[in-house]
């Protein structure tokens, strides 16, 4: 059985930093590409990073470098982690992580709530 647990949100003001973590339960994880996506009031889920099992990674040029993701494999499957440096308001979203691309997505976590505002 597969699960994913995000959590890290909260609220914070233009420029500040959050670090997200995500516990991708089941040991398939280990080998999988896994993304954070976010989605916004209103708006459609996007992705946002992913990072390989080989730890290649990439993020939407948009970010600007803002966001690194970072993986632990363990016994039980995989941590991922999002590292959000500089945050804006338009980065407010509810934040989750699965596998990358999301066709190949399991069942999607309750995500975590960031919201950037002064």
């Known amino acids: 059985q597969v699960q994913l647990v995000e959590s890290g949100g909260g609220s914070v003001q233009p420029g500040g930093s959050l670090r997200l973590s995500c516990v991708a339960s089941g040991s398939t994880f280990r080998d999988n590409t896994m993304g954070w996506y976010r989605q916004a009031p209103g708006k459609r889920r996007e992705w946002v990073a992913f990072m390989t099992a080989g730890g290649t990674a990439d993020e939407l040029d948009s970010l600007e470098g803002r966001f690194i993701i970072s993986r632990d494999n363990t016994d039980a499957g995989v941590i991922v982690y999002l590292q959000m440096n500089n945050l804006k308001p338009e980065d407010t979203a509810t934040y989750f992580c699965?596998?990358?691309?999301?066709?190949?997505?399991?069942?999607w976590g309750q995500g975590t709530r960031v919201t950037v505002a002064s």
């Open positions: 699965n596998r990358f691309p999301s066709r190949d997505a399991a069942a």
